[in-house]
Nanobody, 124 residues
């Protein structure tokens, strides 16, 4: 299992930007497909974005497409989520997740390691 440590969350006003980081350790980072999920108050955890081990393939939830960008720096064992044009609906705890293969995935069950989560609060 890979260990994931998230950072970068915090309060931000609507329309603002925030970059989340997820530092990974425990296995070869480049072999791990990565994903970001979020859980809003009183709601289920949902998919946000995913990236393949190489970074070549990415995929986004429709709700964040065009506003969020997932990227990774394998040399630094870190995956990022650049969040722009933030909306109050984006308020949630954001979780980084890893899987043991390079392929991109969007299902929570496809990921076997999870970070502790970082709170993003967007006010209007």
């Amino acid at each position: 299992q890979v260990q994931l440590v998230e950072s970068g969350g915090g309060p931000v006003q609507a329309g603002g930007s925030l970059r989340l980081s997820c530092a990974a350790s425990g296995r070869t980072f480049s072999s791990s497909g990565m994903g970001w999920f979020r859980q809003a108050p009183g709601k289920e955890r949902t998919f946000v974005a995913a990236i393949s081990g190489s970074g070549v393939s990415t995929y986004y939830a429709n709700s964040v497409k065009g506003r969020f960008t997932i990227s990774r720096d394998n040399a630094r064992n870190t995956v990022y989520l650049q969040m722009s044009s933030l909306k109050p609906e984006d308020t949630a705890v954001y979780y980084c997740a890893a899987r043991g293969v390079m392929a991109l995935a969007t299902r929570p069950a496809a990921f076997d390691s999870w970070g502790q989560g970082t709170q993003v609060t967007v006010s209007s």
